[in-house]
Structure formats: structure tokens, C-alpha cells
């Protein structure tokens, strides 16, 4: 069946340094994988959408790569700050249609001064 | 603020009550929808619109009913819910496709 994984265990980083995010999927082929940002009891946030045929997309401190070899898509926060601080989803086009997108469970990232 | 609006913030209601949650985007977009949110568990697709039409319903329990009377405006109308359905519904737009959704806060909704 159809399956999105990301870090199943929160991520607890020092300020400064690079936050590394996984989204691993199964038996998908999406077209466009998307991260989001949510803030606790708010709505999530988009950050960054790539394409299947873009290797790394970059943006401010944020860099997302997408592997659909080994379908697996890593998001990078360089020089993190204790606001980077959130849940952090990934999303895939689902494979009957684009419109739908399929949200994984999310990491939790916590930044420590 | 991200343009989709969601009203009320918070309801609480009784397993006989109806009630509707309200959705608006102030961003021209053409596709919106309902996603619903429980504790631990990952976003959960509901509905979908595109252009005014329903082209999503994922097996959601007919209790939901939703509606989309233009591009900009979106409900949800609940009835007879259960207290499993007790967790934050989330509104979004996109331009046209799933790309690039714009949420709204949600509404937190307890069923008593």
C-alpha cells in the first residue's frame, strides 16, 4: 500500500547548525513533493515544492533535494534559529490524481539556543 | 494572515447538534478543501473543489456534508457527530491543483 514515512522521532538540534528532514514514501510516483511548516494549533505552511525532474530546489536557508530512485526527499534548514522551531510536513501528488495531495505525519523540530 | 479565513475558531458541540464550518479565500484560487486533523495522526484529505465542483469525497461518513457555493466560499455542515471527530478542521485554496495550498487557522472542534 501507499505510504509516506518522515522521522518518526522529534528532531532536537543546536542553534546554528543544519536540520536534516526525511520523507521516504512507497509505492508512489509523484510528480511534486511539497514541504510545509505547522506552527502548533495553526494550519501548515508552504515552503517549497519540487518537481520529479529537479535533483535540489533551494530557497533563503531552506535546500530540498528528491531522490526517485531511492524515494526519499531530504529538507535541509541551514544555520537554524530557535524560530525554525515546528512540525514540518512533506506531501506527494497522489498517483490517481494531482490534485490530491497526500500530507505525511510530520517531524517535529526543536531548535535549543 | 495567509488569505483563507475559517470561522469559528473553536465549537463545541453535543453528538445531536448541527452546526456548519465556514471557509473563505480572499486569494482567487479556483480549488479549496477540507482536511481534517487528529492528535498523532497525519492530515487527512476530506473534499476537494475545483471550479465549484466537488471532485473528492474520500469515503468521508455522510454526518459531513460539505458545500461550495462559489470559489471563494466553502462549508462544512456537521450533524450527529461523534466524540471520534473531535479534532481540527483545516481549510485550504490553491490556484488549481494541489500544489501550494493555502491553509486557513482551522477550527478546533470537541464533540461532547
Known amino acids: 500500500s501507499q505510504k509516506i514515512e518522515q522521522n518518526s522521532e522529534a528532531l532536537n538540534i543546536q542553534e546554528g547548525k543544519t536540520a536534516t528532514l526525511t520523507c521516504n514514501y512507497t509505492?508512489?510516483?509523484?510528480?511534486?513533493l511539497q514541504w510545509y511548516r505547522q506552527d502548533p494549533g495553526r494550519g501548515p505552511v508552504f515552503l517549497l515544492l519540487i518537481r520529479e525532474n529537479e535533483k535540489e530546489k533551494r530557497k533563503e536557508r531552506l535546500k530540498v533535494t528528491f531522490d526517485t530512485t531511492l524515494k526519499q526527499s531530504l529538507f535541509h534548514i541551514t544555520a537554524s534559529q530557535p524560530a525554525d522551531s515546528a512540525t514540518y510536513l512533506c506531501a506527494l501528488d497522489r498517483v490517481d490524481s494531482y490534485d490530491k495531495v497526500i500530507f505525511g505525519p510530520g517531524t517535529s523540530l526543536s531548535v535549543i539556543p | 494572515e495567509t488569505g483563507v479565513t475559517q470561522t469559528p475558531r473553536h465549537l463545541v458541540m453535543g453528538m445531536t447538534n448541527k452546526k456548519s464550518l465556514k471557509c473563505e479565500q480572499h486569494l482567487g484560487h479556483n480549488a479549496m478543501y477540507w482536511y481534517k486533523q487528529s492528535a498523532k495522526k497525519p492530515l487527512e484529505l476530506m473534499f476537494v473543489?475545483?471550479?465549484?465542483?466537488?471532485?473528492e469525497n474520500n469515503s468521508v461518513p455522510s454526518r459531513f456534508s460539505p458545500e461550495c457555493p462559489n470559489s471563494s466560499h466553502l462549508f462544512l455542515h456537521l450533524h450527529t457527530l461523534q466524540p471520534e471527530d473531535s479534532a481540527l478542521y483545516l481549510c485550504?485554496?490553491?490556484?488549481?491543483?494541489?500544489?501550494?495550498?493555502?491553509f486557513g487557522p482551522g477550527t478546533r472542534l470537541t464533540v461532547l
Open positions: 485550504a485554496s490553491s490556484e488549481r491543483g494541489g500544489h501550494r495550498q493555502f
Open positions: 509505492n508512489y510516483s509523484p510528480a511534486y
Open positions: 473543489y475545483n471550479f465549484k465542483e466537488q471532485t
